[in-house]
């Protein structure tokens, strides 16, 4: 991902949470899982990836979740 560029093992702990619609027509689905497996290849080690049915949007259960792990200690 980032091939140039030395990352230090605390930026990779960043807590990253990644939420995508399954039927999302802005940004592709297959996007969002690339972007994920690059992250995690690069050795972020904090990355939660979920998905959900939905397009471009937000909705509840992915308000909680977001919630739920932002309020975890990490």
Do not use: R, W
């Amino acid at each position: 991902l980032f091939p140039f560029t030395e990352i230090s093992s605390e930026v990779l702990k960043t807590p990253i949470f990644m939420g995508h619609g399954k039927n999302d027509m802005m940004v592709s689905f297959k996007i969002a899982e690339y972007s994920y497996d690059q992250l995690i290849k690069s050795n972020f080690t904090n990355v939660k990836f979920k998905s959900y049915d939905m397009g471009h949007s937000l909705v509840e259960e992915e308000l909680k979740d977001m919630i739920e792990f932002l309020s975890m200690k990490h």
